[in-house]
């Protein structure tokens, strides 16, 4: 069982089954597929071929979203999204892919969020990329047909 | 009857195509922007009878793209497909004159029920 982290300023429903609930539902509906709760997160930052996506949550709370996925898996997620053959994609179709799950995620996430809240625009980058100086205060690890897929929310250390 | 699909993902604009078929809608024509300001410019070379905009874009946003059409005196049903569906957001698009606001993820029966008053 995954201990669930909270900080002061993030509402009580923002659990790790809350954020899994969020993903499975985005996952389910638009792709089709189904995702797994992984609890071992040990390796999974140094698994090669990741892309991570990446969106600030700014207003009264902020911190951060990101999704960070092997890229086996956001290739298919983009196959099912463009509804063309995997093999046929490109590494933009794969970060556009990685960009726009992300950002619904993060849509999601701020109803929960106090209000104001405004979230950028994705940026999605080869490798795992997720802040290094921020407090992690939610974070799950789901599988998707063998492939592995972790979602965390950050709060910002320093709020400007 | 032409319908038009503004969202900076591509891969999401797929996805609404996708759904808009599945809510039985595949006669209309579809038209494309990737941004507010290319969505302006379909309007004036080719006006559409519905417009489905995303919120959160580059260059310019849905928002901003629903206020511009508004200046110029376009008078097209215009709703938004969003990730963020906050009741702030949804005041402020009621606000602007959009008629719905669909929330991702989204299902074609959310389309379906959604879209029934606007499309011929």
């Known amino acids: ?160 | 009857m032409k319908i038009l699909i503004v969202d900076d993902s591509s891969a999401m604009r797929m996805i609404v195509r996708r759904t808009l078929r599945e809510a039985g809608y595949g006669h209309l024509e579809v038209l494309q922007a990737s941004d507010g300001n290319l969505a302006l410019e379909v309007v004036h070379k080719d006006p559409p009878d519905l417009i489905f905009s995303d919120w959160n874009m580059p260059n310019k946003s849905g928002l901003e793209f629903l206020e511009a059409l508004n200046e110029e005196g376009y008078k097209i049903p215009f709703g938004f497909v969003t990730t963020e569906a906050t009741p702030e957001m949804r005041a402020k698009a009621t606000q602007a004159g959009a008629k719905f606001l669909i929330s991702k993820p989204f299902t074609a029966e959310t389309f379906a029920k959604t879209l029934e008053p606007y499309v011929k």
């Open chain 1, 1 to 160: 069982m995954l201990q669930i982290a909270s900080g002061p300023l993030i509402p009580s429903q923002l659990t790790q089954a809350t954020l899994q609930e969020i993903a499975e539902s985005i996952w389910s509906s638009f792709l089709e597929l189904e995702l797994r709760p992984v609890a071992d997160h040990s390796g999974f930052a140094t698994t090669t071929s990741l892309l991570t996506g990446q969106v600030a949550l700014q207003g009264d709370w902020q911190g951060f979203l990101t999704l960070v996925c092997a890229k086996p898996i956001a290739r298919k997620a983009a196959a099912a999204m463009f509804n063309i053959a995997p093999a046929r994609l490109d590494d933009a179709e794969l970060h556009d892919t990685v960009g726009e799950l992300t950002h619904i995620l993060a849509g999601n996430l701020k109803s929960l969020l106090p209000a104001p809240c405004r979230l950028s625009l994705p940026v999605v980058t080869e490798g795992y990329n997720v802040p290094v100086n921020e407090k992690t205060i939610v974070k799950i690890l789901l599988q998707c047909e063998n492939h592995l897929l972790q979602i965390t929310v950050f709060e910002k250390e320093n709020p400007v």
